[in-house]
């Protein structure tokens, strides 16, 4: 499975401080227990891949310029 690979598989994301100063990342679901700690460091450089992921989505979801219906002759 690829990031650009569709997927039924549900699971639930939980992030948070740990007692331990770390950021975990967790994810919970059928057959699924995954916990991730990262420095707070990593956690916002992972923050800042995320931001930017999230601008180029939009970027693509956004209709193009110019890219809407044209107009028949005589309509």
Do not use: C, W
């Amino acid at each position: 499975m690829g990031i650009n690979s569709e997927s039924d598989i549900a699971a639930d994301l939980q992030i948070g401080p740990t007692t331990l100063g770390k950021v975990r990342i967790y994810i919970s679901g059928e057959g699924v227990d995954l916990p991730l700690d990262f420095d707070p460091e990593e956690a916002e450089e992972i923050a800042e891949e995320l931001r930017g992921a999230a601008e180029r989505a939009r970027a693509m979801a956004a209709p193009k310029p110019g890219g809407g219906r044209k107009a028949r002759k005589g309509h």
